[in-house]
Structure formats: C-alpha cells, structure tokens
C-alpha cells in the first residue's frame, strides 16, 4: 500500500536506498520450472549501472545481483525469489552541506515534509538505484514471455530526435552506441550534444521509445486495467518521467476518425496501427508501441539555489558524479518495466482461459 | 483482478453494459458522517449525459443514479455504497448487422478473441456508457476532498488550441459554452469545427487539462505508487485515451536541467513549476497540472470497411446518434478520474500521520 | 479494504443494509462462457431465506435475485456480474426503541464507536441478511468448479451433535429435514430441541460441518495464503461464527505423530485423513472437511438489559421474528463461502500451470 | 498473489528456503519515526531459535536478523525495511534418501505435484525456518502499537492443559520454564511429557492460547476483514495449526443465547466477555482472546513407511534434530502474528478517524 510492489500475479517488491548496505527486492509468482539465463540477467544489469561509458555517471558500482531463494539447481521453484545488490560504493561521505539543504526539483523537501525525518545520504529511496531490482525482476519476465520481443532505444535527446518511423530502424544497433539510439547519424549528434553538456555541469532531457512486437491477442483487462494503463502507470513510476503516450498518441489528438481508424486486413491484423496495438485495452497482435518523456536530471554541476530547513535560500555548488542526460542508462529500466507488465498480464490472462 | 476495481482505500468497482438493464458501482471505503451534496452529483452526471448540447450525441439517457446502501439520513455510514444508473434507452434494436462483423479501431474483435463470446448490443462493457458510474463516485470523492479544487476542461480540439497558460484564463467561464473550454474566442472556434466534422460523419479527437489546486503537501508514495503515476493510470484508463503529460511533460524532454529546475521560495513553494507540483512521486502543496489526448471517435457516419466473423472485409453504413468529438463530455469524467487518486491518497497520507 | 470484498481472482464486492431499498453486489473474474444454471442459483436462494420451515424466523423475504450485467443470451461474457436482490420487507417500523440503545452481544455500540453514526434500523450491515449476496456468488462459484462437490449440514445443536463420521452419512437426506441434518434420529432430536428453545424465547448454538470432495491435487499457496487459511478466514467472517477447525482440528492437539501421520498408498493417496485433505497449505487430493461453530443468536424474545447512549441500563422485551437457531439456514452459506475459496484457488492455480 | 505477502497497509513479504543462503522479507507500510527497540526484537527472534532449551530441537542456528534499508540513525524512516537471515547450518547434507520419497503428512508430495520441482533439501518454502521472518516484523509491529499487550502462552500439550481462566494466572511466569506455560505445575507435568516424548523418537500436539488486551474500541472491518477473521487467516497460516477458536469458541455452541449474551456496564464494559472482545467483527475494548491448535509434527525419530516417487512404499529411518512438540517455540510467533493483524487493523482505523 506504500507503494513498493508491482504487479497483480507476478509481483516484485523492492527496498533499499543508495547509501545502506544493500538494496534488493522480492519476486513473488513466478511460474516454476524456469531455466534461468543468468547471463541475460547480467547483461541487463550492465546496461543499467553507472560507468559504462563517457556519456553517463562515472560512479563505480558492480551490480552484482545475489539470488537467496526460489531458485534450486538453476531452475525456478515457484517460491518467492528474494535477492539483494550490495551497494559497494557507500563511502562515508561528508553530508554536512546536503544535510539541512532542500535541493531545487529533487524529492528532499517532499520527503522530509511526509515522513518527517530523511536519510539524507544520496537520494535515499528516492535515488534511481531502486531501478537496479526492477532491471532484475524484469531480466526474470522476460524469460517467461520469450516469445515477446520488448526493444526500447532513445528516441530524442533535447531537440534531437530520430526522424523516422521505427519500422525504419535497425534495433541491431541499439547496442552499438553509448547512447542507445539506432540511428548511427542521430546517435552521433546526441553523443557530442550530451558530451557538450555535461562540460556545462548541465543536464539535458530526452525520450525514449518502446516497441513490443509478438504480443498474443487478448492481453489487458477492459476497464481500469486496460493494457495501455498498467504500461503507463509503469512508465510513469520511473524517476524523471514526465509523459507517457502509445499508438497515435498526442499526435492522435489532432486526427479525425476517417484518418485514424485501422482498417482490417482478412486475418483480422490491420492495414495501420494507430491504436498501437491495444484497442479497448486489450491487446490485438499488432506491435505495442509507445513513447516516454524524461526530464532533464535536477542534479548540476553548477552553483545553485538551495532552500535550507531554516528557510533561506543559498547557493550551493553541486558536486559529484552524474548523468548529464538519464536516458541512456533508462532503457533497460523502461524494458523491464514493460517486462513486468506484460508477463503479469500474460499470467493472468491464463486464468480465464 | 479483472479490472473493474479502481483505488487503495476509496475503492469503486463498477460493473454493466450499455445495453444491460442497469450499470452502477460499489464504493468500498468512503468515510463516516459525510453529508453528502446530491445536487453536487446530480450536476456532475448531467456535465456527462448525451445530449446536453447540440456538439455531442443526440441520445437520450436520463443517467438518473439510483443510491442502494451506506448512506443514511443524507449521511455516508461508512458501508458500502452501492449505486445503479438505470439504462433507460435500451431499445429493442436491430443488431443483426453489427453481430457478426468487427467494426475498425473498435473493441469488438479483441473482445471475441479473449473471452469468446460478445455481448454485441452497444459497446458492451468498452462501452463510454460505463463512466457515469465513475462520475458518481468521483462526485462523492470530491466531498471527501472539499478543500481541493480539481478543475478540468477541454485545452484543444483537432489543430485548434488554447494558446495561453492556465494561469491566464477563468475557469468560472469553462461551463459557459457546449466545448467546455475556458478561452471564449477558441471556444467558438472549436464548436463551430465540431459541428463541421459532425456533418461530414466523421470525428475528431482532442486534449483536455486538468489542474488541481489548493493539494496538500505529502500526497502519493515515492516509489511504484507515484502520485503521478496514479493519476497517469487514471486518465489511461478512459476510454479513447493515447496519452498523459504532467508538468512540463513532453516538452520538459527537450529542456535543460538549468531551465528547468524549480527554484525554492523562502516558504517551501516555487518560483517556477515545471514539476507539476510533483516531486519524487509525492504532493509538494504547488498545483498539479496536467494534460491528456484523446482520440477521435471510432464511430463515423459513413461507409467504412469492417471485417466479418467469416473473415471478409465488407462496407457498412455507419449510423446512430455519436459524439463527433468526445473532449467535452470527458471533462467530467477527468475530473472524477483525478478525484479518485487524490481522495485514495488523501486517505492513505492519513496512515502514517 | 474496507472489507467488502473477497477474493483474489474471482472477486465478491457486497453492499446493502437489512432495510435498504435493496442489497447486492458486483462479481468480478468470473469466466466467460458458462451457461449458468439459475434454477441451481435460485434454489440456494431458497434454502438460506427466511421463513422456509418451522424452526426458522417468520419474516417473509422474497430473495429474488437480479442479475443486471455479465450475463448474455443465458452465458457469462468475462465482464463484472452486477445483482441486486430488493428488500420487499422494509417496513417503516418504530424504532424509537432501538434507535438509543445498545443490545448486548450485538455490533449496534461498536458501530457507533467505530463510525460515529449508524443506521439503527434492523441489524444494519451486520445483520446476517448480508449473506444472501455470498449465496448468489457461492451458487455461480460452484458452476465454476462442477467437478467438486461441496456439501455442509448440522453438525450439532447445543449439546446434541451427529455422533458418526461422515463417511457413515446419507447425504442425500440433509435437505429431508428442516434443521440440515444427515443423520434422521439425531435430526429428530435437534428439531424438538430447537422448538423448545424457540417457546421460551430463548437461542441456541451449533456447528456445521462442510465436506469438499473430488478436489483436484495443487489448490492453495503455501505461506501466507494456505488454502485453509484462505477456508477459515471465510468462515469466520460468517455472523455468528465462532472457531474453526479442520481434519483432525482440536482433537489432533492431543494426539502423537505416531497416531496421526496419514500414511501413503502407492498411488499417492493416504490411508488415513486427519490432515484433512490439505498438507503444507496445498490440496492433496483427499477429502477436505472442516467444522464451523456458530453461538446462539443474540437476539431473544425475553427482557434483557440493554446499554442506552446516555449510558444507562435499561431492562428491553426483545421482539420480531428471529431464528432461534442459525445453522440450518447457515448450511448455504458455508457452502457458498466454501464454493468462494476453493473457485478462487482454482483459477489460482491455472495461472501457474 | 502466491501468497508470500501478509497484511493490508502494514505489509510483511518473505522469502527464503531453510537451506538456502538466507532467508528474510521486506515490511512495507512502517510508519516513520519510530525508534527501534532492536534488544525487543533479538529477545523475540530467541524464543523462536532452535536450540534454546532441552524440549526443543537441538539444531544449532543463530538467527540473527540484518536490517538493510528503512532505517536511519535508529528510526524508521517510513521507507520499507528489507532484512535477511543468513542461514548458518546449511551443511552440504547428504539428501540421496530423501530427495525421491515423500514423507507422510509433509509437503513433500503436494509441492512436487503443483510445481513439478521441489527443493528436496530440507522442507524448502514449507520449514517452520520461514516463520523467523514473521518474528521480526511482529516485533516491529509490537512496537507501533506499544500500549496494547499480546501475550501468548502454551495451554496444553497433548492431554496435559491448564485448568484454570486465564485471569487467574501470572503471565509473568510465561518465559520460566521451557514450555512456556505460566502454570508451574502444569507445567512440570508437560516438560516431563514432551521428555518422554522425545525419547520414544515420536511427537505430541498441543494448544497455545493468546490475550490481547487494552484493544482500542473499533478495531476490525465489518463483513469479510472481521478482527477475527483476520487473527484466524494469520493463526491457521501458521505451520501445523488445525484450529482456531475466539471467546466462547467451541463451547459457545453449546450454550443457550440467555447464557451467552454479554451484558453491559454502563461504561460500555461487558460483565462477561463471551464475545472475546469482539462483536460484529469489530474490537470492543474487552480482551481479545483466542486458542489454537497444533498438530503432532510429522517428523518422527522412527521407522515410518514413506512414498518414493516410482510409486512404491518403502520404510525410512526418520533422523535430525525436530521439535518433539512444536508449541513452546510456537508462542512468540503466535504473538508475531497477533501483532500483525493488530497493527495493520490499527493503521487502518486511522484512515477513517
């Protein structure tokens, strides 16, 4: 009810804030029997940590994933599978400044003004670490969709964006670019633009775009559950993000029906795939397609206004290791979300079958 | 786990076709001892009804909501309360032509494909028709939450839109025309490209904003539960939804962290809020403000190609009474969507306080 | 969360109040496709209602069901199953009786404690009339799970009790006797007792025994939600209900593991079943059986001293048509809440196969 | 869903096998700022451990709790509390003879049957070893509602039990002796029995009872999330629980309503507490009191015949270290699970005050 589970049948709860020992989580209902692909595991977990390339945060942790339960001799067991990520990089540093301060667009005050106390060393519970045990828990999924092929890619850094329709594009690619961005000519330009910006002590924001292809029909619950509302709601809970939208999206606002209705071909797919394969909130078989928005990341290094918890405002210079553009390092988090999703409505459309 | 329950604490679960005898709801959770305001609700479903003006469908639906339980001498007991919408336009139709075909960017077919079977009177449960019950308990919601004001109204229809902040317009003028927008000079030209559309058979979509004012600070859980994320879910999960932004949503994407972080006042509030009076998932007592796409209407007056159950494509003759445009009957529902999550969150903030 | 609803898969949401227009309730995750059979639903009906024979309250209630969504030409479609069943018997009594009084062994102080208000007429939400929305959802559950068979009858009124197992019973002859009892002799006994009891105002307790047979092996979770876990939650929150215990119950408490460990035969059934069908939280194959005790009605048609709100005693002559005994009308609900869980469970236990 | 979670808004998860490298859970829902009492918590996890006194199993195993997250200069911090306990004395055990038999009365067979793969080590997800995690978060939960007082004790073992009220005794006198029985003589009598017991290689049931007293009237949902109902799921979740029973229990089944009926003091008090300290499901202030009963354990020092999995019956040489009677150790996770239900229902009550 606080709000650190997700998911209806196969549910993760994660705990953990950056600076204690170890953050980590819970998979509860996961189907036995599964063998796990521990190095797919891993390579999720990769794509996700800080310091892999120049163009993202050059903290220094290992996530190294350790698996205590529901696992026995490499197969699933269909009991709850707990597992922690020892935070290797909590050093005691000196948080005298950050202490009393509220930093601008971050969660300090909000948190301090709910609970009432803050741990204010990192971000606390609201530090993108969490993420590390979603990219875990929707490594899992995956394997138990294997069929389904779920590929996100930034889509627009700033005011660069890939100009052409997915089906364009070479998800070979993806992987090939400290960016993640299929277009090589786009991923370019994103690279020096965020290069360039992080020499500014700045931050800028970006898009990133998922497509879901090989989903069954049938998928998503009709009324408050529809498909597109869990995946939202997925989207949404990461840090940072600002929007959600899927098939025509806020384009579609501006359409009129005879433009946006898809018409069907004989074997019931359809000629376009504006509703981006969700109709009613169910799925119908076409690809799944949708785009998220992410701010740019509050933390600077630059002088700023702080608000102190004796009410005044100072200027603090920010410090330390940062992204400089957090959508690089998001798509594998936006996978595993949309992992989560649709493994647990594939679970759970088992059950009135 | 089907889908028809919305909320934590203040639960809704609804249940009815269009074409039943009757739809209506539980609310599960409502506290004791509110007097409630019936002209309030009263006024919230005729915001709803088809009907009301000459920009939506000409279908006459009384929507007259019938309470059951929970409430007692004008008070809420605390049980639950149950509530049914008479369906008082249910003619014996002619169906025989709808039966065995799926209309394009409809339901129908993913329907028939997950549950086997479909109720092929009206839209069935995909049916828009199923909202009043949402708009009932949202009326109540708003009660529950009588210090914040929730206010919504229709920000563009097709191309048209308004072209100023929310800050400059009068809300108190959204209800003075059929668009529900509060900009009287775009207004005229979003009812005259309706009535325009609605000659041609066809439809068009279109965005509605929502502000919520007056939010106490703490509201919404930091991690999978963002207040964001809730209120995302919400807005995904009515019909004819594509997409969600809050804050400086899609844009904040193409922003800097240096343009866009929100500098503190002295006294906790902001001098800028791209945040959307949303930081780290939870209230920060700043307006939360967002905006929400709406396709246009599947449902055109024209001939269109439809599939039939033996697998040929063949044209129909689109007919009935429909709404050319569904923003300004969706004003309301918004409204009570977003009632839903501040009241569960309301009460939920009450826990750990 | 406020306890209306139970259930994880196949959902029962109830409302109403003993002397509201009308009570009911919304059935979600129900399958498509069943072809209910409502003379079944209906007959359950009858055998929970009011004034069915001699040894059961008077009031005369119709208890007529009106399903007003999720069923189509006769079949379920997948979508939420909304009923109502009318209060025909809502007569505007005096209560200026009751209105200022609390009666001993009833929720009427608690109530008004928890609440601050409460709606004083009839027993309100905790009046037993409540149960007939679990009967209607029980009748469906059982359609659901047709291949198990659940049957629940009088075990024992005040100190006379059935003094056989239950594979020694008929149970074709429970519905031959108004107190629900196999065993004709002891029938006899109880039905006198209970006609005795009745003459002097007065009310006695009993228990009802429920035997689940032909259950499949793998229904139920092993931790938190143990099928009879899952068993005896729903059957204490039955009015009335007192202790719960199932196989070798109370008894077992006493006995060596020599004496009680059921021992395997080759085809994997057991010889013995004082586990009563459930080892490790999990169906196993064998019979489950449990047995229910329910105290004596606390409404007597004598003088009784009652608490007033202005807290004094008050002597109070008891009136209306109440049972003097509730286990033979509790059988159909016992049943009903059995046909809950274990239907819950099994479409549980689809998801993980 | 597989049922691995506890509670509502305070919410316990766990994982963990008793022979993998850890067990443990993560409680979501803590309020913040409370101080832990981390010696409450150690005393408790003691009574639980093995090896503590000579009636008890003799394994050795240190159970010591580590705390990773939600907890901030010893104060919760409102975010969830993640904790392992490392399992010490998982020694690479020779399994060969156990690893394709099913024992009687175990799990062994049910899990294999629903998962198709067991973790034949040790009882996997079945162990009572999984009730350590329950321990914690109950000692935690102890500490939000710290003015109510649980208290759990042994009643009887086998034929053994106290002839007396429990207001005539000395709770005081709980924790000296082994068995955990504040009656010295009866006590005597069972640690002499479990001796003998013990050395014949077999087991013994036995009952514990627990008073929960200075209850805040009000405690407790009406319908299905009854007080009771909710301590019953929680007791019957307990391994080797067969039965539940509050107030008058069993007994009151017997009675006549006249006798039963608890009549007022005029402060709202009852002369008798029949009920049990709760009507209608909710708490009314009087001591909440209930007894549950436990099973033999199944694990004998003794030939036993025992199922293999090619279908054949083959005797097996039960060895290790058990329990001989599972009640002493089982009382202060009866408290834990007490404290559970009484917290959450706690924090519940709030929402609605």
Do not use: W
């Not at 633009?193 to 497509?211: A, L, P, R, S």
């Not at 996978?335 to 079958?353: G, P, Q, R, W």
């Amino acid at each position: 009810m606080s709000g650190n589970t997700f998911g209806k049948l196969y549910k993760l709860t994660t705990f953990g804030e950056s600076h204690g020992e170890a953050l980590g989580g819970i998979i509860d209902g996961c189907p036995a029997g599964i063998e796990l692909d521990f190095e797919a595991i891993r390579k999720d977990m990769q794509r996700r940590k800080p310091g892999q390339s120049a163009i993202v945060t050059q903290r220094k942790e290992e996530d190294e994933v350790q698996f205590l339960s529901g696992i026995f001799e490499g197969k699933t067991t269909g009991t709850p599978i707990g597992f922690i990520i020892p935070n290797t990089n909590q050093k005691s540093n000196d948080y005298s400044e950050i202490k009393d301060t509220y930093r601008p667009s971050h969660a300090d005050y909000v948190y301090e003004k709910k609970y009432g106390i803050r741990d204010y060393r990192g971000g606390g519970r609201s530090s993108a670490r969490e993420t590390a045990s979603r990219v875990v828990a929707g490594a899992i999924a995956k394997q138990i969709i294997s069929n389904i092929k779920i590929t996100a890619f930034v889509s627009s850094v700033g005011e660069i964006f890939i100009d052409k329709p997915y089906q364009d594009l070479d998800f070979s690619k993806i992987e090939n670019n400290a960016v993640r961005c299929p277009d090589e000519a786009t991923a370019l330009k994103m690279e020096n633009f965020i290069k360039e910006i992080k020499k500014q002590g700045d931050t800028v924001g970006g898009t990133i775009m998922c497509v879901i292809q090989n989903v069954p029909i049938g998928l998503g619950e009709p009324v408050f559950d529809k498909l597109h509302a869990d995946l939202g709601k997925a989207m949404l809970s990461i840090n940072a993000v600002k929007g959600f939208e899927f098939g025509s999206g806020f384009c579609g606002a501006k359409m009129k029906g005879s433009e946006h209705n898809d018409l069907y071909n004989v074997d019931g797919t359809t000629k376009t795939n504006l509703s981006g394969g969700i109709q009613g909130g169910i799925s119908n078989g076409m690809d799944i397609y949708f785009r998220i928005a992410f701010k740019p990341v509050a933390t600077l290094i630059q002088k700023q206004e702080v608000l102190t918890n004796s009410h005044e405002i100072i200027e603090l210079q920010g410090k330390g290791r940062h992204d400089p553009c957090v959508v690089p390092r998001a798509v594998p988090i936006v996978e595993a979300m949309a992992a989560l999703v649709i493994a647990d409505n594939f679970l759970l459309n088992k059950v009135y079958t």
